[in-house]
């Protein structure tokens, strides 16, 4: 009597046998009472696990996830609009504030026919303000002050830069 | 016009039900984030099914399928299509699963038992069988006091109708160790449905 393995059998229940060996099977069958019964057996579990019931998400469940999708999106966006809009209306405003005190300074000692002359006059104003940063920053407390502090934003930078490396890494890991 | 308006939107919402999941995965990286509740729709019950045999507990198995379906979203764009949506779904969901048995401090070790290993699966038996009717009712009770691998396996076989392929990818396991466990489970069942002659009802 030739042996039936329960390989052959599982094989068998997931339609993995070819024809021939379905063939083999069947007459094999005919003469192994044991591996019969186990077939038998084999043939309830699958018909019964293929009635596993499914078990029903919580109601309202689609709606909550789109919810907290639909938050996260607003505050990704409204995120990135402020910091740009800080950023850049601190620019903008530093650079006004500059050119409006030269322009206003130049255009209350100035006649109104020197006007080309206004030009250099920026210009100058310009360089006295660069010249007063410079001043400032001679002073070796600011200096140092300043340097601590560029050496924190740089560390903490480079922290920040890992860990959203590290975290984009997770998710592709993931997919 | 109303009417006209119901009908229209009934049948958008018909033929976006019949996209497959790579179109609805297009729309939604497109900008329409509405249609990711497809996806949710399609992918919910199954999941939960077999997040809760998993984590044995009905809040836990929310929070992880929630927490799925939002890691799912926010790497969406990453989704290459080399394997099926379900298969990087289920593995994104296998792989939370984990991590929220390995934070309650649960011996993972002991629950995801290696495939190498046998298991007894008769041991609360007379308790199980004294309260079934019948065959089936038998087995589905059977599945839950399956090993954490080889329910998994079951499961995502039968309910998800994942492939062996699919499943040892979603799992990290080989295609031959995923087989051995969906055997080893449906042998186990076997041989009690055997000891009870429940192999009869088939006749």
Known sequence: ?175 | MRTVTLVWYVRSKIAMKNLSDIEIIDSVNRGNHQDYSLLIDRYKDKAFSLLKRMLKNEMDAEEVLQDSFLKAFSSLKDFRGDAKFSTWFYKIVFNSALTTIASKKRKIEQEMSSYDETFELGYNDNKIYATTENAQGYVLKLVDKLPLRNALVTILFYVDGLSLNEISQVMGTSLVNTKVLLHRSRNALRDLLLKHNYQEELL
């Open chain 1, 1 to 175: 009597m030739k042996k039936i393995t329960d390989e052959t059998l599982n094989d068998y229940i997931d339609n993995q046998l070819d024809g021939a060996s379905i063939q083999e099977l069947k007459m094999d069958l005919d003469n192994n009472e044991e591996a019969l019964k186990k077939l038998k057996a084999l043939k309830v579990v699958d018909n019964s696990l293929k009635n596993i019931e499914v078990i029903l998400a919580p109601e309202g469940f689609t709606n909550r996830i789109m919810s907290i999708i639909a938050k996260g999106s607003r505050k990704a966006v409204s995120k990135v609009s402020y910091f740009f809009v800080s950023v850049i209306g601190l620019f903008t405003a530093l650079i006004l504030a500059v050119m409006g005190f030269a322009y206003y300074t130049t255009a209350s000692s100035t006649p109104s026919t020197e006007k080309g002359y206004s030009l250099n006059k920026i210009s100058e104003y310009l360089a006295q303000f660069v010249s007063i940063l410079q001043n400032v920053f001679k002073n070796q407390n600011i200096t140092t002050i300043g340097m601590i502090l560029t050496i924190l934003l740089l560390i903490s930078g480079y922290y920040l830069l890992e860990s959203h490396k590290d975290f984009k890494n997770k998710l592709k890991n993931l997919s």
